[in-house]
């Protein structure tokens, strides 16, 4: 199957409810694939063309014409990476020492703890110092699923190496092969929103309230901020994101609200009744044990558009667990078809987070479509999406063998104005998607979490 092929595959998976767009509807320029042995770069050119199909879907129903759209393989394989390129500065190192493969008794075994909770719960278990070598010692004297499941009970973040046979067999990537990757619902009608976007700027005056972290929620709210919609990230006093807040918050105002006390859950249900767009990726039930479940947020906010995101799925006996990324290519398969693929003696995932990158974009092109469906109707709606059900979709699609490897970045990929990010300036690279007439560009430069006021700008 050569590369177009692929792209039209994915997008052709990707193209459900609410409404169908053309799953040839977008042109490839660039060349060049990320080395896998999955077809990532077509999964990241699907992706990202899927938000930019939507955007262009949305203009045609608010502005009566709809542009044309182009989507740079080279650019969206490096931005599956990261857009960031800090001049005479270095952002925090994103992984804890901690974090990693470490071999047991009888196979692989991945540890993240890069969240200080995550990391104290996972050396409670082992019973260890947070020193890699004194983890290593421990961890060799585990079976794997014992050490899995041993740190997941306690609160931590864990996954054993499986082969993708195995998470064929596994109950819960049964359950999540038969869900759709993204499950639209629609809700109660309410008012359309502040619609005063213009052509160049789409989404101005809407708002989004973003309560996502790592890495798939702040890709997509990212993408719905280039094109002018407000994007209030809240997060918790406690909350870190070493590293990657210089890669995720452009284009958005960062607040601080603790759910914990009663008074900020106030105004978090405040700023949620003026909201047009809620984007969060709390496990399946975290939310609902606030008082906030879906219902509720229906009518809190009626018409609300309601993008949900899980690291497993949303059924099956896995739901509520804590995942990331890299902790679902070791369950799914792909760090083991990788290991076999190239020959390596370890774990070998993807090259890069790309289902966080591909299900962030998702969300998106799930968000702006379902603001396309909600301008004749009013209805709200709730769509959710999985990390893992997009890794089903990228698992049966090996990578092609005619697409030569991208050529090493060069100053040319960068856009030659200087973002003054709280920490130093720095380059972006340039857009990976052009909706003709309206480019993506940002109101704002990245900013720390927490700070600015949890509130709407007027």
């Not at 014992?146 to 997941?152: D, P, R």
């Not at 052509?199 to 280039?226: H, I, N, Q, S, W």
């Not at 739901?319 to 290519?329: E, K, P």
Request: charged content about 20%; overall charge negative; some cysteine.
């Amino acid at each position: 199957m050569d590369n177009s092929s692929l792209i039209h595959t994915f997008l052709r998976a990707m193209s459900g409810e609410p409404s169908a767009f053309d799953a040839g509807g977008f042109d490839v320029t660039g060349a060049g694939s990320l080395p896998s042995a999955f077809a990532v770069t077509e999964l990241a050119v699907a992706a990202v063309g899927s938000a930019g199909l939507a955007v262009a879907e949305y203009m045609g129903h608010r502005f009566g014409s709809r542009p044309a759209v182009t989507v740079d393989r080279r650019l969206a394989s490096f931005w599956f990476g990261a857009s960031l390129r800090p001049q005479g500065w270095s952002p925090a190192e994103v992984r804890d020492p901690v974090t990693g493969d470490y071999r047991s008794k009888d196979g692989w075994v991945r540890l993240h703890a890069n969240m200080p909770h995550h990391r104290a719960a996972e050396l409670r278990v082992l019973g260890v110092e947070p020193d890699h070598e004194a983890v290593k010692r421990a961890v060799a004297s585990w079976d794997a699923l014992e050490l899995e499941t041993a740190i997941v009970q306690a609160g931590g973040c864990a996954a054993m190496m499986r082969s993708q046979d195995e998470w064929a067999h596994h109950p819960q990537g049964q359950a999540v092969a038969a869900e759709p990757l993204l499950h639209y619902q629609e809700a109660s009608a309410g008012p359309p929103g502040d619609l005063r976007g213009t052509p160049a700027r789409p989404l101005e005056g809407l708002k989004v309230l973003d309560l996502t972290r790592v890495l798939a929620g702040p890709v997509c709210t990212r993408f719905l901020a280039a094109y002018g919609a407000q994007v209030l990230r809240v997060d918790p006093p406690f909350w870190v994101e070493p590293g990657l807040v210089p890669e995720v918050t452009l284009g958005k105002r960062c607040a601080p609200l603790d759910f914990r006390d009663l008074a900020q859950l106030e105004q978090f249900k405040t700023l949620l009744g003026g909201a047009d767009i809620l984007v969060h990726g709390y496990r399946a039930d975290a939310l609902e044990r606030m008082g906030l479940g879906a219902e509720v947020r229906q009518l809190i906010r009626p018409g609300l558009v309601d993008v949900c995101l899980d690291a497993y799925g949303w059924t099956g006996p896995w739901n509520t667990r804590r995942g990331f990324d890299s902790l679902v290519q070791m369950s799914n398969g792909f760090a083991h078809a990788g290991m076999q693929h190239y020959g390596k003696d370890k774990p070998t995932p993807l090259p890069v987070q790309a289902l966080d990158q591909a299900t962030g974009y998702l969300m998106a092109a799930a968000a702006v479509r379902a603001l396309t469906g909600r301008l004749g109707t009013g209805l709200g709606s709730t769509t959710r999406l999985s990390l893992a059900r997009t890794a089903v979709l990228l698992a049966s699609r090996p990578a092609s063998r005619a697409m030569a490897a991208l050529e090493p970045e060069t100053a040319h990929d960068c856009s030659p104005e200087i973002e003054h990010t709280a920490w130093g300036p720095a380059h972006r690279l340039k857009p990976p998607c052009d909706v003709q007439g309206a480019p993506m560009r940002w109101d704002y430069p990245a900013s720390d979490l927490r700070s600015s006021p949890a509130q709407w700008l007027a």
